[in-house]
């Protein structure tokens, strides 16, 4: 027999006695309904107010955004081309503190390019909040960015002084230029707002967002804002038609002000042709930070805990019945053997999680939508987005991947309850210890531990801002860690296997 | 044989237990995790550091191990009753005392004594290393914070309460065992139940039902009697989040004997 005949007979025979154990099956079986069943309890019993608060505005894709600066605008129909040189831009100094429980918290440093203050031109879809745009800016630090529709970014210079921007609307496209002097001029590049009617608001605005505070540890987290402003100077505003210039706060900007006694809302002041804004607010993405998808995969925690006992098992229950010497009586290589196992384990295992997270999925959603979670906070996430796609597949590998090191360290001490403690705790140990850790210190445990593998449930990218350990790094880190995992436990048992008796 | 079955069934079930050669290992493995931690928490600790107002639970802090330790408690009891049925011991021992109700009530209480036995142990030691540790970090008298003692009530609670909380979890480790007769069942199903409800807890967003669990899961509910300070943000009282405890724990021993009647020892 050469050893590519045998191979796949060795497959068969592991799977064999895998589902031949009724016990096993059953337990699978379990495996996924305990996944679905507690995922849709804890969907059940979770509810938001998020959209209360009207912080969130739907974007031209339906999408949370935020929309909040100052504007100083006028329609224009049809082509236009509009010119300013930003003369300077600079934050204006903190008001008064009414909040000095921030200062214990953490600030967080935003490096996304919606993150900074900017001054710039915009032609906007009317001024409601959340209708598409194109703005091409200068920022504070990150140089001249065109940006529109609150997700689309695209780089300019990385220029931090005085500069002359212009924007020319030409039907459906919109190209951003950027000058040093007002006569060499340089293409950004073009945009292509969803929602253009052939009357836009045109001008030129000011925005700052919020300094954002956080603290986590001891279980929870909390994030605290504290609003800035900014100030720019506008002077060489030439529009391509004529009209009278009228300033507005676009959003909450006023009620923003109000709060962190920064001067109640924007302003501008017209002096010898030139124009001084003052603006608070964001315009850019605003997701929240809780995770629909991962809130909707709970129940992955129960159907972990009967695939590590099914993949103990499969390793131990050969040694105390003494089935392993009429294994290896038959298959004296026992390396392939091990490798056998694992292989028939994890795709089982793959298998059992894909529809345990897929039937979470289909059913803790609805029923998260009934509860709060609903637009424009929680757009609706669909199996075919990508990151909902990844969550799910990362996260039935994260659980075949935990079998599997179940098996290899049921190999290593043939020993039940040991095996299925040890690796019990490696996946909860962590994250017990990590949720009460403070800061972002916990995010070495889950680079380091099958814990991290709770990072693939997550359909959005990390955060310092939630109470969960595993929210700290990102999905791909999270299996890199449990795969790391699954080598060094695998290794270990296939060097064991081949210098210790059965 | 002037002894009633019971005891005499007590005793023999001390022997078995006593010679199980895991049982010594993982007492000592539970006293010596929990004591550890203590050490590296109240070691840790620095009152430079805290505050102000420094508002640190001390008492609570130099007991947290257990929450990890008790894995070894719980596992040595699944065992000894799982145990029995992998080696087959269990049919000479029906045969010895064919009255099923004394065997096993005599197995349920060496076992509770074992694990209150533990309880006493690690707290004691845990105490002693708060003692030793915490005055040396500047948490003294003249900063607030007294040396833990047992003279102190809340205090006193707290470590009486954890020894009843490590005998409460070595008899629902044995209740789940007589339940599954199963190794690796009782023990995921032990694991699963302490350790599975802190995770989901962090995943509910309802506040209410996030109360809800830290009131009814075994481990948050039976550990809410360490605390010394802040009772009113506690979820549940402390004698009843014992209480709590003790519910899982009987429900789990009083199905496991009415399985363990019924059922044949196979």
Not at chain 1, 172 to 177: E, N
Not at chain 1, 428 to 449: D, H
Request: charged fraction near 15%.
């Amino acid at each position: 027999m050469t050893a590519r005949e045998s191979f796949p007979r060795l497959l068969l025979a592991e799977w064999t006695k895998l589902r031949s154990v009724r016990r096993w099956v059953v337990t699978l079986l379990a495996a996924a309904a305990l996944t679905v069943g507690l995922s849709y309890l804890a969907a059940s019993s979770s509810r938001t107010n998020i959209n209360e608060h009207a912080a969130f505005v739907s974007g031209p894709h339906g999408d949370p955004v935020a929309d909040d600066f100052y504007f100083v605008h006028q329609p224009v129909t049809g082509d236009t081309t509009l010119t300013v040189r930003v003369a300077s831009l600079e934050p204006e100094p903190f008001g008064r503190d009414v909040d000095p429980e921030l200062d214990r918290m953490t600030r967080l440093d935003d490096p996304s390019p919606f993150a900074r203050p900017a001054a710039g031109i915009m032609l906007k879809d009317g001024t409601r909040p959340g209708s598409s745009y194109a703005s091409l800016m200068l920022t504070a630090g990150q140089g001249v960015h065109l940006q529109w529709d609150f997700d689309a970014d695209s780089r300019g210079s990385a220029s931090s002084g005085a500069r002359w921007l212009r924007l020319v609307r030409s039907g459906a496209t919109i190209t951003g230029y950027e000058s040093a002097d007002g006569t060499a001029w340089r293409k950004v590049g073009t945009a292509t707002p969803k929602n253009l009617p052939s009357t836009v608001e045109v001008g030129f605005y000011v925005s700052s967002p919020a300094a954002v505070y956080t603290s986590r540890g001891g279980g929870s987290s909390s994030v605290g804002e504290r609003p800035t402003s900014a100030r720019a100077a506008f002077d060489n505003v030439r529009l391509s038609s004529e009209g009278t210039w009228h300033g507005e706060t676009i959003g909450r900007g006023d009620r923003l002000g109000e709060k962190g006694g920064v001067r109640a809302g924007g302003r501008v002041t017209e002096a010898g042709g030139g124009y001084t804004v003052v603006g608070t607010g964001t315009v850019g993405p605003r997701p929240p930070d809780d995770d629909m998808v991962e809130i909707a995969l709970v129940g992955v925690i129960a159907g972990l805990m009967a695939l590590i006992a099914i993949g103990v098992l499969s390793a131990t229950s050969e040694y105390r019945r003494g089935m392993i010497r009429t294994t290896f009586a038959a298959t004296p290589r026992r390396g392939r053997v091990l490798a056998a196992k694992a292989i028939v384990l994890g795709a089982t295992s793959f298998l059992v999680g894909l529809v345990g997270a897929v039937g979470s999925f289909a059913l803790a959603v609805p029923a998260l939508r009934e509860r709060g979670f609903t637009t424009p906070a929680f757009p609706r996430p669909s199996l075919t987005d990508p990151p909902v796609l990844r969550a799910l597949l990362l996260t039935a590998a994260f659980l075949a991947g935990v079998a599997v090191v179940g098996l290899a360290i049921g190999v290593l001490l043939r020993h039940t309850a040991a095996a299925i403690t040890i690796t019990v705790l490696l996946v909860l140990g962590p994250l017990i210890v990590g949720m009460i850790l403070p800061g972002t210190s916990p995010r070495w445990l889950m680079y380091t531990t099958l814990a991290g593998g709770m990072a693939t449930q997550r359909a959005k990218p990390p955060t310092v801002t939630l109470a969960e350990p595993w929210a700290l790094i990102g999905p791909w880190a999270g299996i890199g860690a449990v795969a790391a995992w699954v080598a060094l436990t695998l290794g270990l048992a296939w060097w064991q296997l081949r210098r210790r008796d059965a | 044989m002037t002894a009633p079955p019971a005891l005499w069934a007590l005793r023999a079930e001390w022997t078995k237990l006593r010679t199980l050669p895991s049982t010594g290992w993982l007492a000592l493995l539970t006293v010596a995790g929990t004591v550890g931690v203590a050490f590296a928490v109240t070691g840790s600790l620095d009152f430079a550091h805290c505050g102000p107002p420094c508002t640190l639970d001390l008492t609570k802090l130099t007991l947290a191990g257990v929450r990890l330790a008790q894995v070894g408690i719980v596992v040595l009891a699944v065992l000894a009753v799982t145990a029995e049925y992998s080696t087959r011991t269990i049919q000479p021992t029906l045969m010895a005392v064919p009255r099923r109700f004394p065997v096993v009530l005599g197995k349920l209480g060496a076992l509770a004594v074992l694990g209150t036995t533990t309880g006493a142990l690690l707290v004691a030691g845990s105490l002693a290393a708060g003692r030793a540790m915490l005055p040396g970090n500047g948490f003294t008298a003249a900063h607030g914070f007294p040396a833990l003692s047992l003279a102190d009530d809340l205090t006193r609670r707290a470590a009486v309460g954890t020894v009843l909380y490590t005998g409460l979890v070595t008899l629902l480790g044995a209740g789940l065992g007589l339940l599954l007769r199963d190794t690796a069942g009782a023990l995921t199903a032990a694991l699963a139940l302490l350790y599975g409800s802190p995770v989901v807890a962090m995943f509910v967003t309802d506040p209410t039902w996030q109360h809800r669990i830290h009131r009814f899961a075994p481990m948050d509910a039976g550990l809410t009697i360490q605390a010394t300070r802040d009772l009113a943000a506690e979820h549940i009282g402390p004698w009843a989040g014992l209480g709590v405890l003790s519910l899982y724990a009987a429900a789990a021993v009083v199905a496991g004997l009415l399985v363990f009647q019924r059922r044949d020892a196979g």
